[in-house]
């Protein structure tokens, strides 16, 4: 909580917060070899189903138009620092939303012993309770209920940190 309340601030209408290393100098192994290989197998798999490749394609082009990541110079790429991380990336469809494609991350792909999550905190829980939940829904006549369009990109992370998160 002490690195959240530390690091958080509003920047051009989003919250932005740094991420929850473990250590305060942290040191991550240059993983990009393993991400090129599991975006080989990707490859392979759009070469076999040409149509989850177009439907991938949107879903990437997508983040960029609204922000989410962004296309590094190939300066930008060159550059090494301790904590560039390349997280392996794939598809996932929801069984009730079949033509829906989400680009899930790996934060948990393991490079010389070690992942990006293994270097974080998982941060605090604070979620309500399902059962918790239920019961103000008998305290009281209306209900309301919100559902936040991809919450998780709408907290942007500190510029400082951004090289633990690329993705070819």
């Known amino acids: ?28 192994p240059f993983n990009r070899a393993i991400a090129e290989a599991r975006l080989q197998h990707l490859k392979r798999r759009f070469s076999r189903d040409p149509g989850l490749e177009a439907k991938y ?5 997508d983040y960029v ?6 296309k ?10 301790n904590i560039t991380w390349y997280l392996p990336h794939h598809p996932v469809f929801n069984v009730n939303k079949p033509q829906k494609c989400r680009m899930v991350s790996d934060a948990a792909a393991r490079f010389n012993g070690t992942s990006l999550n293994d270097q974080l905190y998982q941060g605090p829980h604070l979620a309500n309770s399902l059962t918790g939940v239920l019961i103000h829904f008998r305290q009281d006549k209306v209900a309301f209920i919100a ?13 400082k940190d951004a090289d633990a998160l690329r993705f070819h």
């Open 65 to 70: 138009i609204k922000g989410y990541a962004r």
């Open 147 to 159: 559902d936040l369009e991809a919450m998780f990109h709408q907290v942007k992370v500190l510029p």
């Open 1 to 28: 909580m002490k690195i959240i309340d530390d690091t958080i601030s509003k920047f051009d209408g989003h919250y932005q917060i740094s991420l929850l290393w473990k250590q305060e100098v942290p040191s991550l």
């Open 57 to 61: 394609r949107v879903v990437i082009d």
């Open 72 to 81: 590094l110079t190939p300066e930008e790429a060159a550059r090494k620092s």
